[in-house]
């Protein structure tokens, strides 16, 4: 039996750039497939769907904004006779709508029902819908197959998870949608022994050798958990990037480990600059007065700051920007990422939105965090598109990256860097300003 997996392409409009690392899902669910079936990955990012190629099963997984093109694709696979099973975050949470598109869609985690899935497509007779009966213990979980990826094609090849979910409640994340409140963890010598692993296997073919991943939603909440894990991984000699709440950057041991283990880079969500806001998503016991604080923490071992903010949330005005750009340049913010608040369907977020007819569109592929799907507050539609445009062509010019980024000579951090300066300075978007 043939199984054919495939990551659908980015949206339109996102830069064009070598893909930092490959599917996450696609090469754990690959793990999951038993030795009997073929498989081939393909990642549309690399290149267009060969809807010629033989499958007998062809698996789809996307996030909100690639649920169109990932329809389109499953469309046309069913339309060959080649049955479809559907599954991601998307499908998960609006599981009724992407019901006509697939013969089957996998519902949250698929550890536990990957095999009855595989073992009905072989007989002809899947079900509608897989919904695991409860979570999935991260107990003796497969090595991603990273073997089957063109591990060229991408900067970053090596991504793992040591930890899975969040126990916070912001009301814009749907993480807690598949996951709950739940904060799982891998036993870390089943984590060093993958690292191990795959640093043997395949980083001589990476076209940036050495580089982890940890796509963890965030690395180091159980301090003790992390502080073992961080101890366990400075023998293999690694380096890695990661997610952690900047709350937890005055416990100068656990930077201090992390830096030790590898840690290049930590990926903070400051999200807002704006009190009333966080109190609005559930985060109201952040202490903003000490974010310049925490990021100081990290520079002193070391780690670069990837910086994450939301803008257009209804506290927002167009001050709101002006305070992020100083913020950035003031703690030199190495790599800050700007997004549009985006409220995903089945969040708390978008229930409130839609409840109070501010929902501009339900086009999914717009939901990228660059497109307005909303009526701000306190801004025009178009008033804040300027504002927005402005503020990341300031904070991605040249001068400007120069300044923060200084003597950081993470290669990782200047290609993204230049990534988004020709995202902002390179293309047209006059389109979007009037949209």
């Given at each position: 039996?043939?199984?054919?997996?495939?990551?659908?392409?980015?949206?339109?409009?996102?830069?064009?750039?070598?893909?930092?690392?490959?599917?996450?899902?696609?090469?754990?669910?690959?793990?999951?497939?038993?030795?009997?079936?073929?498989?081939?990955?393909?990642?549309?990012?690399?290149?267009?769907?060969?809807?010629?190629?033989?499958?007998?099963?062809?698996?789809?997984?996307?996030?909100?904004?690639?649920?169109?093109?990932?329809?389109?694709?499953?469309?046309?696979?069913?339309?060959?006779?080649?049955?479809?099973?559907?599954?991601?975050?998307?499908?998960?949470?609006?599981?009724?709508?992407?019901?006509?598109?697939?013969?089957?869609?996998?519902?949250?985690?698929?550890?536990?029902?990957?095999?009855?899935?595989?073992?009905?497509?072989?007989?002809?007779?899947?079900?509608?819908?897989?919904?695991?009966?409860?979570?999935?213990?991260?107990?003796?979980?497969?090595?991603?197959?990273?073997?089957?990826?063109?591990?060229?094609?991408?900067?970053?090849?090596?991504?793992?998870?040591?930890?899975?979910?969040?126990?916070?409640?912001?009301?814009?994340?749907?993480?807690?949608?598949?996951?709950?409140?739940?904060?799982?963890?891998?036993?870390?010598e089943e984590v060093i022994r993958e690292a191990r692993f795959i640093k043997e296997a395949y980083m001589s073919k990476s076209s940036?050798?050495?580089?982890?991943?940890?796509?963890?939603?965030?690395?180091?909440?159980?301090?003790?958990?992390?502080?073992?894990?961080?101890?366990?991984?400075?023998?293999?000699?690694?380096?890695?990037?990661?997610?952690?709440?900047?709350?937890?950057?005055?416990?100068?041991?656990?930077?201090?480990?992390?830096?030790?283990?590898?840690?290049?880079?930590?990926?903070?969500?400051?999200?807002?600059?704006?009190?009333?806001?966080?109190?609005?998503?559930?985060?109201?016991?952040?202490?903003?007065?000490?974010?310049?604080?925490?990021?100081?923490?990290?520079?002193?071992?070391?780690?670069?700051?990837?910086?994450?903010?939301?803008?257009?949330?209804?506290?927002?005005?167009?001050?709101?920007?002006?305070?992020?750009?100083?913020?950035?340049?003031?703690?030199?913010?190495?790599?800050?990422?700007?997004?549009?608040?985006?409220?995903?369907?089945?969040?708390?977020?978008?229930?409130?939105?839609?409840?109070?007819?501010?929902?501009?569109?339900?086009?999914?592929?717009?939901?990228?965090?660059?497109?307005?799907?909303?009526?701000?507050?306190?801004?025009?539609?178009?008033?804040?598109?300027?504002?927005?445009?402005?503020?990341?062509?300031?904070?991605?010019?040249?001068?400007?990256?120069?300044?923060?980024?200084?003597?950081?000579?993470?290669?990782?951090?200047?290609?993204?860097?230049?990534?988004?300066?020709?995202?902002?300075?390179?293309?047209?978007?006059?389109?979007?300003?009037?949209?």
């Amino acid at each position: 039996m043939r199984l054919k997996l495939i990551a659908p392409q980015y949206a339109e409009g996102r830069e064009k750039l070598k893909d930092v690392f490959p599917h996450m899902a696609l090469a754990y669910l690959a793990g999951l497939t038993p030795p009997e079936w073929e498989i081939v990955i393909h990642n549309e990012g690399q290149g267009s769907v060969d809807f010629d190629q033989p499958a007998d099963v062809v698996g789809i997984s996307c996030y909100t904004y690639l649920a169109p093109r990932a329809y389109l694709i499953a469309n046309e696979y069913r339309r060959r006779g080649i049955p479809v099973v559907m599954g991601g975050i998307h499908p998960s949470t609006m599981t009724e709508e992407a019901l006509p598109h697939a013969d089957a869609v996998v519902v949250g985690e698929a550890e536990l029902v990957w095999r009855e899935v595989l073992d009905d497509a072989k007989k002809g007779t899947l079900k509608r819908i897989y919904r695991a009966p409860h979570l999935c213990d991260l107990t003796h979980l497969p090595t991603p197959r990273f073997d089957l990826f063109n591990l060229s094609e991408y900067l970053n090849a090596f991504t793992m998870f040591t930890t899975r979910g969040c126990p916070f409640n912001c009301s814009y994340c749907s993480i807690s949608l598949l996951y709950g409140k739940t904060y799982r963890k891998r036993p870390i010598e089943e984590v060093i022994r993958e690292a191990r692993f795959i640093k043997e296997a395949y980083m001589s073919k990476s076209s940036f050798p050495g580089l982890f991943f940890f796509i963890d939603d965030n690395i180091w909440i159980d301090i003790e958990y992390a502080k073992e894990l961080f101890r366990r991984l400075i023998p293999l000699t690694i380096s890695w990037i990661s997610q952690g709440s900047i709350s937890f950057c005055d416990d100068r041991e656990l930077l201090e480990l992390a830096a030790k283990s590898g840690c290049q880079s930590i990926e903070c969500g400051f999200e807002t600059l704006h009190p009333g806001n966080l109190v609005e998503v559930n985060k109201g016991g952040v202490d903003l007065s000490r974010y310049a604080e925490m990021v100081k923490n990290l520079h002193r071992v070391g780690i670069s700051v990837q910086g994450t903010f939301m803008v257009g949330m209804t506290h927002d005005e167009v001050s709101s920007l002006e305070n992020i750009f100083e913020f950035v340049t003031d703690n030199k913010i190495e790599y800050p990422n700007i997004f549009i608040s985006t409220p995903f369907p089945g969040t708390e977020y978008y229930k409130r939105l839609d409840n109070e007819n501010r929902i501009l569109s339900k086009d999914w592929s717009k939901y990228d965090f660059r497109h307005l799907v909303f009526k701000p507050h306190k801004m025009t539609p178009k008033g804040f598109k300027q504002a927005y445009l402005e503020l990341n062509r300031k904070i991605f010019s040249k001068e400007c990256i120069e300044q923060r980024v200084g003597n950081c000579n993470h290669f990782w951090m200047e290609h993204v860097n230049r990534g988004k300066h020709k995202l902002f300075y390179d293309n047209d978007w006059s389109e979007w300003l009037n949209e």
